[in-house]
């Protein structure tokens, strides 16, 4: 399902290629989801429709657009993503694609801090809410020092994301005249 941009305006180098690209994702979804009683369904069929590489961008950014508001968010965008396996391994894929492995080091991180305290791993179990954070000071530090390596590596990650983008538009937009 690659997205038809046209040529003219469309900067290939530009600081927001890969935000440019991801936006007609997103707004492609919301428009489908809202309109579907099976939620899960579509998802799992929007998702398949992507080439590997908008897969990708699509899940690094659901998931990047929402932790780098504040540390709360971080925090429990994570947890939330953790309780969805195919979501969890999803975002650690989408660092391999775009050969991030610091960002596919940061996500084995938190998933160890959840891991070692029991978080839920099914939305089934998510009981997660974002006060929670507040409640357990070892678990805070962690989340704290963990947010810290989010927001350093963030900013590389998206550049490896634009200059992937660059090198290889087909993979995310169609570019018409």
């Known amino acids: 399902m690659l997205v038809k941009m046209k040529k003219q305006g469309f900067n290939l180098t530009a600081s927001d290629l890969s935000d440019k690209c991801f936006k007609p994702l997103i707004h492609l979804y919301k428009m489908g989801i809202s309109n579907e009683t099976d939620t899960t369904q579509f998802k799992e069929q929007f998702y398949m429709q992507l080439s590997q590489g908008q897969k990708a961008l699509f899940v690094f950014y659901t998931y990047y657009n929402h932790a780098n508001n504040s540390l709360i968010e971080f925090y429990w965008w994570s947890a939330y993503y953790y309780a969805q396996p ?13 050969e991030d492995k ?5 996500f084995e991180k938190i998933e160890q801090v959840f891991l070692q305290n029991n978080y839920p ?57």
């Open 86 to 98: 195919k979501s969890w391994l999803a975002l650690k894929a989408s660092a391999k694609y775009f």
């Open 102 to 106: 610091s960002l596919l080091v940061l």
């Open 121 to 177: 791993n099914t939305l089934e179990n998510f009981t997660v809410i974002r006060e929670d954070l507040d409640k357990n000071k070892e678990i805070q530090a962690s989340i704290i020092a963990l947010h810290t390596m989010f927001d350093q590596i963030t900013p590389l990650t998206v550049r490896k994301i634009n200059d992937r983008i660059e090198k290889n538009i087909q993979e995310f937009v169609e570019l018409i005249d």
